[in-house]
């Protein structure tokens, strides 16, 4: 057990220093400045006018009207790609062999400190963007309830109201209730919880049986594809201006109490029974 942690804090730092970091950071710069695009841009344009209404949005809604969860996406989405090149690499390289198959470990082993490795790669990717959406809650909404404070509203013919304070349903709890990106990235009941460590256990099997599987190309294709796309459908991983009608349509009719801890479990099940299989099959393989 220990030579397996060895092996993953290895493989870890390695993917950290080759493209972990380029992701990750990359990722998170294009998120903060796409958060901070979103939340001045509709105020920004209207600061000198004294008669167009400024814009007073919770953050829930400056989330899900930005591209936050498209950059979110797509920086998964190469994460999971750098991950399948460090397994690729590692297997085809003169090095890679050496390392993988003549160390005085099972394969078994060999392949827990893949999952390992990955699992903590995933884990540090969803904490930094935790620490994003939550740090960046302060500023903007410090911004918004100042310039709404500032304001006088017309209430009717002769009746206006300042000093408007829009804080007490404008929390940060509240936005992770009703965001739907924040929601489903960031869950905050078991209910939603389940769902997203079904996708995520998802996602991981298949690059992991896409990386290490190479007894049939079709079965390889057919089941990385398909934990790829049940890992979408049981946690929505996107949230586009395109997809908005369909992630929501998801949200309230297959995520609900029931059915989302259901297809959570199923998918956690689902991705045991296909990384017992892949060990079997790396533990029974006669060729390097």
Not at 51 to 59: A, D, G, I, M, N
Not at 130 to 159: C, D, H, N, R, S
Not at 251 to 259: F, K, Q
Request: charged share 15%; glycine share 6%.
């Amino acid at each position: 057990m220990s030579n397996t942690w060895k092996l993953s804090n290895y493989l870890f730092s390695w993917f950290w220093k080759k493209r972990g970091k380029y992701i990750l950071l990359g990722g998170i710069a294009c998120g903060a400045l796409e958060l901070l695009r979103a939340a001045w841009a509709p105020n920004i344009r209207n600061m000198d006018s004294f008669y167009t209404p400024k814009s007073f949005r919770s953050y829930d809604m400056v989330i899900d009207q930005s591209f936050l969860g498209l950059i979110f996406s797509v920086s998964f989405i190469l994460l999971l790609l750098a991950l399948f090149r460090q397994i690729s690499g590692f297997e085809k390289e003169s090095k890679g062999i050496y390392t993988l198959y003549l160390l005085p470990m099972k394969r078994r082993e060999v392949y827990c400190s893949f999952l390992l490795s990955g699992a903590a790669a995933i884990a540090l990717f969803h904490l930094l963007w935790l620490v994003l959406v939550t740090t960046a809650y302060f500023p903007i909404m410090w911004a918004y309830q100042k310039l709404a404070a500032e304001q006088v509203f017309l209430v009717t013919q002769g009746v206006t109201e300042t000093g408007i304070d829009v804080s007490q349903t404008n929390g940060l709890f509240l936005a992770f209730q009703r965001s739907l990106f924040l929601s489903s990235r960031f869950p905050i009941s078991l209910w939603s919880l389940l769902p997203f460590l079904g996708s995520m256990a998802l996602a991981l099997t298949g690059i992991l049986f896409a990386g290490f599987y190479r007894e049939n190309a079709a079965i390889r294709v057919l089941i990385s594809t398909a934990c790829f796309m049940l890992s979408f459908f049981v946690g929505p991983m996107l949230r586009t201006q395109v997809v908005t009608q369909l992630a929501v349509w998801w949200r309230y009719s297959a995520n609900s109490l029931g059915a989302g801890m259901a297809a959570g479990l199923l998918a956690i099940i689902s991705a045991a029974a296909i990384q017992v299989f892949l060990i079997r099959k790396l533990d029974s393989r006669k060729r390097l």
